[in-house]
């Protein structure tokens, strides 16, 4: 599967953005789905994951409560709803995948994702 984000942009403290990310393949359904990010002169993190179903989500402590994943199997896309940002969310956003053996199966392991789109820029101006 090939991904392609897109949606990130400069938005002021507390506000909103919608990242998107659309994937290549009708297969999409069999994809876990992650959202990770990374910052200047940082290495990446683990931002948030949803699984195959939609049903199982986990979010980095940084986010709970202020981001929301969620997927569209029908349109071969994974959403992250970003509210109440801060200049600490800064970074560039990467959607990415691998394949879930099991529906309800999600990973906060970056190593365990083996497809990973081109990255889309997210500034929070203070």
């Known amino acids: 599967v090939q991904l392609q984000a897109s949606g990130g942009g400069l938005v002021q403290t507390g506000g909103s953005l919608r990242i998107s990310c659309a994937a290549s393949r009708r297969t999409f359904i069999t994809y876990v789905m992650g959202w990770f990010r990374q910052a200047p002169g940082k290495e990446r993190e683990f931002v948030a994951t949803?699984?195959?179903?939609?049903?199982?989500?986990y979010y980095a402590d940084s986010v709970k409560g202020r981001f929301t994943i969620s997927r569209d199997n029908a349109r071969s896309a994974v959403y992250l709803q970003m509210n109440n940002l801060k200049p600490e969310d800064t970074a560039v956003y990467y959607c990415t995948a691998f394949y879930g053996r099991l529906p309800q199966i999600t990973s906060r392991d970056m190593n365990d994702y083996d497809r990973w789109g081109q990255g889309t820029q997210v500034t929070v101006s203070s």
């Open positions: 949803i699984s195959r179903s939609g049903l199982v989500t």
